[in-house]
T-cell receptor
Framework: DADVTQTPRNRITKTGKRIMLECSQT?????MYWYRQDPGLGLRLIYY???????NKGEISDGYSVSRQAQAKFSLSLESAIPNQTALYFC?????????????FGPGTRLTVL | AQTVTQSQPEMSVQEAETVTLSCTYD???????LFWYKQPPSRQMILVIR??????QNATENRFSVNFQKAAKSFSLKISDSQLGDAAMYFC????????????FGQGTRLTINP
């Protein structure tokens, strides 16, 4: 089974709808991240969390909110989706222990807002 | 704020040939990490290679190697003996060793392998 899973894998929704993207991990990592990928822009950080009580905004947090329900679960919500939130969304985890520890990415969720 | 720039939106190479993807970055930090990620059509982000800034020796992973020029803030990826499975989007990324450890990505380079 995959270490980092995201649901749904694909989603089409309409402007104004509330939508939640979910991320679960079995790696036991404390740190979790949400990134957004747009063509020509690469991936940009939306939110990140160090543990269930520590949530921080990234560079493009406007229009998004998150919830860290448990160490293993980190959800991203769009309260009122708009077309320019159409993108590929990635969840990632990392172990904060020192060294060049990598981030492990989920398979991504492709979101289309009509 | 740190920035990462990949100036080649698209590259192509003949199968079995060598190709180099460019990446430059801007930072005032002296200690940091650099990464190359591969994203095939499956969308999965796959770590290809990583480099610690304090190490002068260039990292190598099988057919993948980097040319790390710290003073020039350049971090290029060389793929030798290109294979059809190397076709993907490649992202260069930067991360500080402390704090949030968030990745800052470049815009990506789409690599096509011609048979």
């Amino acid at each position: 089974d995959a270490d980092v899973t995201q649901t749904p894998r694909n989603r089409i929704t309409k402007t104004g709808k509330r939508i939640m993207l979910e991320c679960s991990q079995t790696k036991g990592h404390d740190r979790m991240y949400w990134y957004r990928q747009d063509p020509g822009l690469g991936l940009r950080l939306i939110y990140y969390s160090f543990d269930v009580k520590d949530i921080n905004k990234g560079e493009i947090s406007d229009g998004y909110s998150v919830s860290r329900q448990a160490q293993a679960k980190f959800s991203l919500s769009l309260e009122s989706a708009i077309p320019n939130q159409t993108a590929l969304y990635f969840c990632a985890t990392s172990d904060p222990i020192g060294g060049i520890n990598e981030q492990f990415f989920g398979p991504g969720t492709r979101l289309t807002v009509l | 704020a740190q920035t990462v720039t990949q100036s080649q939106p698209e590259m192509s190479v003949q199968e079995a040939e060598t190709v180099t993807l460019s990446c430059t970055y801007d930072t005032s930090e002296s200690d940091y990490y650099l990464f190359w990620y591969k994203q095939p059509p499956s969308r999965q982000m796959i770590l290809v290679i990583r480099q610690e800034a304090y190490k002068q020796q260039n990292a190598t992973e099988n057919r993948f190697s980097v040319n790390f020029q710290k003073a020039a803030k350049s971090f290029s990826l060389k793929i030798s003996d290109s294979q059809l499975g190397d076709a993907a989007m490649y992202f260069c990324a930067y991360r500080t060793p402390q704090g949030a450890q968030k990745l800052v990505f470049g815009q990506g380079t789409r690599l096509t392998i011609n048979p």
